[in-house]
């Protein structure tokens, strides 16, 4: 039973599109974006306690790092569904 579904899914692979491959380096683009985003968002707010030689706020980096975090994972969602919309329809 498992091997059966083990060949259905590599004719599955085999059947999908050439571009699948620019699918995967959309991805790629994307989520070094995102996560050059959410590191810049980290270093910014550190820098600035830093440079202004306060105590580092680790609760306030944390946040705006996760607050940078979500919406760059919502952006990047409504960039593929705009770019590649036959994904979501799967």
């Not at 060949?7 to 991805?27: F, I």
């Not at 974006?33 to 680790?58: E, I």
Request: net charge positive; proline share 3%; glycine share 6%.
């Amino acid at each position: 039973m498992i091997q059966d579904r083990a060949e259905g899914y590599r004719s599955d692979l085999a059947k999908r599109p050439a571009a699948a491959s620019a699918d995967r380096s959309l991805r790629i683009v994307l989520w070094t974006l995102w996560v050059l985003a959410v590191a810049g968002t980290a270093l910014l707010h550190w820098r600035a306690d830093v440079v202004a030689q306060r105590p580092v706020n680790l609760l306030g980096l944390i946040i705006y790092t996760a607050l940078s975090g979500l919406v760059g994972l919502i952006v990047m969602t409504i960039v593929e569904m705009w770019l590649d919309p036959q994904r979501f329809l799967e």
